[in-house]
């Protein structure tokens, strides 16, 4: 009979090197699994390249990992790792065959792994974060909706008219790419980004699908384009402020469960009664956020608001049309 029931470690601040990061099931020093994938790191050169932690300590891609039982592991990790690293040899055209739900599993997996490793640092940091993660009772919150929805990696679950997050795929061009692998994340805000080869793959973790729809526009836009390194930053940035100013969390709900029932329902409720669903959009805050994804081509926050009611756009034109662009000329 399969088992229903989700785990939360939230409840007890469960996160150890003892627990399956997945199911809670005790676990050996052994039962380890890479955050991001062996497959991953042997396909961009990955395993000796540093992460520095919150708490500024310095970690390796192949170093950081999570415990994990045998049964989630084999079960569930291995056969997700195996779908999306022959999906991703397809390039766009495979990662946009793949479910969304399975993309969803691979990033989140990424994401709460990191998440993982902070919370147990934290018993034990190098040096203690300003804004400790398990001493803000509003992020923990967030992190225990997310989990719930991410447990669909091992509990067979239907999500009831909504997806949990808004992804968006992109084809690089490979004139002036000489970047095969970037990854991007932002803890609080849940947004996500990485690079496979010709493919960006930029993800808000929890927000039902409102961000891809509130940037559905510019999404269409881009399909069936290949976009220069620079408009992929700049996309980054409209979805990473937009993560930013997200001003709502969503909860789910689990559906009484049948005898014969073999999966959980989740229905969802967003509160945009009491809560705005994004906070105001603020120019020089999204200037700035722009301004850390342009500095690879050393973009400053004074030329992004040169004409202020109008930042620089290398998407779009003056008329909101795509801005073909196959190569980057510095601005005077």
């Not at 084999?74 to 993309?103: D, F, M, N, R, Y």
């Not at 061009?173 to 493919?199: C, H, N, R, W």
């Amino acid at each position: 009979m399969t088992n229903l029931t989700l785990y939360d470690p939230f409840q007890k601040m469960q996160f150890s090197d003892s627990h399956c990061f997945l199911c809670g099931a005790h676990t050996s020093p052994e039962n380890r699994t890479p955050v991001f994938a062996s497959w991953l790191q042997d396909r961009y050169k990955l395993r000796d390249k540093e992460l520095l932690l919150l708490d500024k300590s310095v970690t390796t891609f192949g170093e950081l990992t999570i415990p994990c039982c045998d049964t989630c592991h084999t079960q569930h990790v291995i056969p997700l790792e195996e779908e999306v690293a022959q999906a991703a040899s397809q390039g766009i055209a495979g990662l946009q065959a793949l479910e969304e739900e399975k993309l969803f599993h691979w990033i989140g997996k990424m994401y709460y792994g990191t998440l993982v490793t902070e919370l147990i640092k934290e018993a034990d940091p190098l040096i203690m974060p300003q804004n400790p993660v398990s001493e803000n009772p509003k992020m923990l919150g967030k992190f225990r909706e997310f989990f719930k929805v991410l447990q669909s990696m091992r509990v067979p679950m239907v999500f009831s008219d909504f997806i949990p997050c808004s992804l968006f795929l992109l084809e690089v061009s490979p004139t002036e790419d000489d970047l095969p692998f970037e990854y991007q994340d932002e803890l609080t805000t849940m947004a996500f980004s990485i690079k496979l080869g010709s493919v960006a793959i930029v993800c808000t973790l929890l927000d039902n699908g409102i961000i891809r729809k509130a940037l559905g526009k510019l999404y269409h836009l881009t399909k069936q384009e290949q976009l220069h390194p620079i408009q992929v930053a700049e996309f980054k940035a409209r979805v990473f402020y937009a993560a930013y100013i997200f001003n709502v969390v969503p909860e789910y709900f689990e559906r009484p469960l049948k005898p014969e029932d073999t999966h959980l329902t989740l229905d969802t409720i967003i509160d945009d009664v009491t809560n705005e669903i994004f906070n105001p959009w603020e120019m020089s805050a999204y200037a700035h956020m722009l301004e850390e994804m342009l500095k690879p081509w050393s973009i400053r926050e004074k030329e992004i608001l040169a004409n202020p009611p109008q930042p620089i756009s290398f998407l779009l034109d003056a008329q909101s049309n795509f801005q073909h662009m196959e190569r980057y000329q510095k601005m005077n």
